[in-house]
Nanobody, 123 residues
Framework: QVQLVESGGGLVQAGGSLRLSCVAS????????IGWYRQAPGKQRELVAI???????NYADSVKGRFTISRDNAKRSVLLQMNSLKPEDTAVYYC?????????????????WGQGTQVTVSS
């Protein structure tokens, strides 16, 4: 169906920057929504930023003004530029997409998740 591969996590000091990348592959006709969620230890997974096929974006209030999401439909990829990182941004970041694809249900819309990439911000 749809596979997502993330890269770009790591360790950074507070105030620093990281860029996460995610590439989708598989029997994809088109991608609807694509974006990023994160999960910190002991907390629920939360939306960080997401972008629609039409180019609309939505950000968590906690990252507005610091993070920027962008997508490349031709490359089936999404980037998350994270600036002014804070220790509270520490989490595993997961790429997510909803795509129209060929799968077990034939042609349908499928939700897919990446394996996650660790982002650690030290104070």
């Amino acid at each position: 169906q749809v596979q997502l591969v993330e890269s770009g996590g790591g360790l950074v000091q507070a105030g620093g920057s990281l860029r996460l990348s995610c590439v989708a592959s598989g029997s994809i006709l088109w991608i609807n929504d694509i974006g990023w969620y994160r999960q910190a230890p002991g907390k629920q997974r939360e939306l960080v930023a997401i972008t629609t096929r039409g180019g609309l974006t939505n950000y968590a209030d906690s990252v507005k003004g610091r993070f920027t999401i962008s997508r490349d439909n031709a490359k089936r990829s999404v980037l998350l530029q994270m600036n002014s990182l804070k220790p509270e941004d520490t989490a595993v970041y997961y790429c997510y997409c909803n795509a129209r694809a060929f799968g077990r249900r034939g042609v349908d819309s499928y939700d897919s998740w990446g394996q996650g990439t660790q982002v650690t911000v030290s104070s």
